[in-house]
């Protein structure tokens, strides 16, 4: 019977349903079924007992058939890596258990890094988290082994595990291997890495290509200027965006310089005062290069476009540094214009103006522009003058970690001051302080303060301590 059948005579009860068999023992005959992976039960007698591992568990899905009946699936191929330690995967079972779920994504990046792969005990349940949590999925190609893909292949809810990157090359490899692949080429060869997509490009589809765009991020330079001028025509959106993305971040492109003309027409600057203009319409030509036309609900549509301008036109074209500018006079279109000059020092990654822009509006985006100790400096100062809200916490989640000691100081002082007069409200401060410091901290915290909140945070940095200790 399928599963749905079974949990339907449980729920209705067998007084009331007569079931032929034994319902227990069926359900729990599915349930092994299910968790093997296989989509349609093969004959097979009596399980056999599971060592104490669980390693040969799921080690092949095969069932002992009886004489005369049809030979059992083949067995998934040996593995080439070594399992992590026992400790470790024990470990892994209790995040996946409840404890600390928030680690989980940490886990499995420290266990990629580490060259190893999951046991095949573990395998059911991480497979089934990745199923619910697209977040998690990045490193579990690797993680999952040739046996956790030879599960996939037979069961449709881990089917996703098929497109993660494995080590793959690029010719053979699935979206995923492609995908890392060319990062790690672009990383270390960026024209090579262009040319190898300009090769195939036509018959990539539209996922493909916009992820690939994404790449180009690393090793960026005027010499992939002509590759993504004619991705601006291309059928995807997203494509388009981001190839006007990243030609936003190359002043000499012909796409900087046709935004800074546009910007010399619609915003004069003078010794005082700072007149704007913007658009009218947004003609194919605007449209080309990135400025979308529908503004958001709430927004006008000449504001919108205004954003846009000032965001992808060269941060060169305006005269003087930033804080200049921001002392000036803007009788109208006052926060289009600085909103415009937010974007553009994001998408630009332009550190002078992220600082400038910071000061007027501290988001966390800008913060990506900024080296990673700069960023701690910031968000401490931040955090030492600012109130404990949603603003507080989107500015420290913008941080590289892991944190050091610096910020570190500045977060536990305000958990501590915070503890006094808003115990309630600390929650998601201590869960990101306790995720991001860096673990070795960890004594940083126990001495700060008997505060129940801090020992939570120091409790999470040793478990993270003990948890790296484990995987190196």
Same mark, same amino acid.
């Given at each position: 019977?399928?599963?749905?059948?079974?949990?339907?005579?449980?729920?209705? *009860?067998?007084?009331?349903?007569?079931?032929?068999?034994?319902?227990?023992?069926?359900?729990?005959?599915?349930?092994?079924? =299910?968790?093997?992976?296989?989509?349609?039960?093969?004959?097979?007698?009596?399980?056999?007992?599971?060592?104490?591992?669980?390693?040969?568990?799921?080690?092949?899905?095969?069932?002992?058939?009886?004489?005369?009946?049809?030979?059992?699936? *083949?067995?998934?191929?040996?593995?080439?890596?070594?399992?992590?330690?026992?400790?470790?995967?024990?470990?892994?079972? +209790?995040?996946?258990?409840?404890?600390?779920?928030?680690?989980?994504?940490?886990?499995?990046?420290?266990?990629?890094?580490?060259?190893?792969?999951?046991?095949?005990?573990?395998?059911?349940?991480?497979?089934?988290?990745?199923?619910?949590?697209?977040?998690? +999925?990045? !490193?579990?190609?690797?993680?999952? *082994?040739?046996?956790?893909?030879?599960?996939?292949?037979?069961?449709?809810?881990?089917?996703?595990? %098929?497109?993660?990157? $494995?080590?793959?090359?690029?010719?053979?490899?699935?979206?995923?291997?492609?995908?890392?692949?060319?990062?790690?080429?672009?990383?270390?060869?960026?024209?090579?890495?262009?040319?190898?997509? &300009?090769?195939?490009?036509?018959?990539?589809?539209?996922?493909?290509?916009?992820?690939?765009?994404?790449?180009?991020?690393?090793? %960026?330079?005027?010499? @992939? &200027?002509?590759?993504?001028?004619?991705?601006?025509? @291309?059928?995807?959106?997203?494509?388009?965006?981001?190839?006007?993305?990243?030609?936003?971040?190359?002043?000499?492109?012909?796409?900087? +310089?046709?935004? #800074?003309?546009?910007?010399?027409?619609?915003? =004069?600057?003078?010794? !005082?005062?700072?007149?704007?203009?913007?658009? $009218?319409?947004?003609?194919?030509?605007?449209?080309?290069?990135?400025?979308?036309?529908?503004?958001?609900?709430?927004?006008?549509?000449?504001?919108?476009? %205004?954003?846009?301008?000032?965001?992808?036109?060269?941060?060169?074209?305006?005269?003087?540094?930033?804080?200049?500018?921001?002392?000036?006079?803007?009788? @109208?279109?006052?926060?289009? %214009?600085?909103?415009?000059?937010?974007?553009?020092?994001?998408?630009? +990654?332009?550190?002078?103006?992220?600082?400038?822009?910071?000061?007027?509006?501290?988001?966390?985006?800008?913060?990506?522009?900024?080296?990673?100790?700069?960023?701690? =400096?910031?968000?401490?100062?931040?955090?030492?003058?600012? &109130?404990?809200?949603?603003?507080?916490?989107?500015?420290?989640?913008?941080?590289?970690?892991?944190?050091?000691?610096?910020?570190?100081? #500045?977060?536990?002082?305000?958990?501590?001051?915070?503890?006094?007069?808003?115990?309630?409200?600390?929650?998601?401060?201590?869960?990101?302080?306790? &995720?991001?410091? @860096?673990?070795?901290?960890?004594?940083?915290?126990?001495?700060?303060?008997?505060?129940?909140?801090?020992?939570?945070?120091?409790?999470?940095?040793?478990?993270?301590?003990?948890?790296?200790?484990?995987?190196?």
């Amino acid at each position: 019977m399928k599963w749905e059948d079974l949990v339907s005579a449980a729920l209705v *009860g067998t007084d009331r349903r007569a079931y032929p068999g034994d319902l227990l023992g069926d359900a729990a005959l599915e349930v092994i079924r =299910r968790r093997a992976g296989h989509p349609t039960p093969a004959p097979a007698t009596a399980p056999s007992a599971v060592p104490g591992s669980g390693e040969e568990a799921v080690s092949s899905g095969e069932a002992h058939a009886p004489e005369g009946a049809a030979p059992p699936e *083949g067995t998934a191929p040996p593995e080439e890596r070594e399992a992590v330690p026992r400790k470790a995967a024990d470990r892994l079972r +209790r995040v996946l258990g409840g404890e600390q779920p928030r680690l989980l994504a940490e886990w499995l990046r420290l266990a990629a890094e580490s060259g190893r792969r999951v046991p095949a005990h573990v395998l059911p349940d991480l497979l089934d988290r990745g199923d619910r949590d697209r977040s998690i +999925r990045e !490193h579990l190609g690797l993680l999952a *082994g040739h046996r956790g893909r030879w599960l996939a292949a037979r069961n449709p809810a881990w089917a996703y595990l %098929l497109d993660e990157p $494995t080590g793959e090359t690029w010719e053979l490899g699935s979206s995923g291997d492609r995908r890392a692949y060319l990062k790690h080429l672009r990383e270390s060869d960026p024209e090579a890495a262009r040319t190898l997509v &300009e090769a195939t490009w036509t018959q990539e589809t539209p996922d493909d290509r916009a992820a690939f765009l994404e790449l180009f991020e690393s090793g %960026l330079s005027i010499a @992939d &200027e002509p590759f993504l001028e004619q991705a601006l025509d @291309d059928r995807r959106r997203e494509v388009r965006q981001q190839a006007a993305n990243l030609l936003s971040r190359l002043p000499e492109s012909r796409l900087a +310089r046709r935004m #800074a003309a546009r910007i010399e027409q619609a915003v =004069r600057v003078g010794k !005082h005062e700072i007149t704007v203009t913007p658009p $009218t319409e947004c003609d194919r030509a605007m449209e080309r290069d990135g400025i979308r036309a529908k503004a958001p609900a709430g927004t006008g549509a000449r504001a919108w476009w %205004l954003q846009q301008l000032v965001a992808r036109a060269p941060l060169s074209v305006w005269p003087g540094p930033p804080a200049e500018l921001l002392a000036k006079r803007i009788p @109208d279109w006052d926060t289009e %214009l600085r909103l415009g000059w937010v974007r553009a020092a994001i998408v630009q +990654r332009d550190p002078e103006w992220a600082r400038a822009m910071f000061e007027w509006d501290p988001i966390a985006d800008l913060l990506v522009a900024l080296p990673p100790w700069e960023q701690q =400096r910031l968000a401490a100062e931040f955090a030492e003058r600012h &109130e404990l809200d949603n603003q507080l916490i989107m500015v420290l989640g913008g941080v590289e970690p892991p944190w050091g000691a610096g910020l570190a100081a #500045a977060v536990l002082n305000k958990i501590v001051k915070m503890a006094a007069v808003q115990p309630w409200n600390l929650g998601e401060l201590s869960r990101i302080a306790g &995720e991001r410091i @860096d673990p070795a901290l960890h004594h940083l915290a126990e001495r700060a303060s008997a505060e129940q909140a801090v020992q939570e945070v120091a409790a999470l940095l040793r478990f993270r301590a003990e948890m790296r200790e484990e995987l190196s």
